[in-house]
């Protein structure tokens, strides 16, 4: 299996900025699509952002022009967060589809992460 460990999360000032961060580890594994989810307390998990193998991204409407997620490697991803409001409040999880190689197999699987805090203060 692959883990998924998130960093970089904290209590932020409206308006603030945060880099999120994302590692993964584990063995035989290439990572196809990376996405960071969130959820705020009485509310469903929502996608936030994707960036693809390729380096395609996309964009909740909420967030575009203030998050940009990047890739600083195959195994790492980030979630710059500027200009934070309130709303973005939540806990903040990294996902990964992956490819893991297993006693010569390719198997197709994702994985999740188990979040790191973001708070904005008005």
């Known amino acids: 299996q692959v883990q998924l460990v998130e960093s970089g999360g904290g209590l932020v000032q409206t308006g603030g900025s945060l880099r999120l961060s994302c590692a993964a580890s584990g063995s035989s594994f290439s990572i196809t699509t990376m996405r960071w989810y969130r959820q705020a307390p009485g509310k469903q998990r929502e996608l936030v952002a994707v960036i693809t193998s390729s380096g395609s991204t996309n964009y909740a409407d909420s967030v575009k022009g203030r998050f940009t997620i990047s890739r600083g490697n195959a195994k790492t991803v980030y979630l710059q967060m500027n200009s934070l409001k309130p709303e973005d409040t939540a806990l903040y999880y990294c996902?990964?589809?992956?490819?893991?190689?297993?006693?010569?197999?390719?198997?197709?699987?994702?994985?999740w992460g188990e979040g790191t805090q973001v708070t904005v203060s008005s």
């Open positions: 996902n990964a589809d992956f490819v893991q190689t297993v006693r010569g197999v390719p198997h197709s699987m994702d994985s």
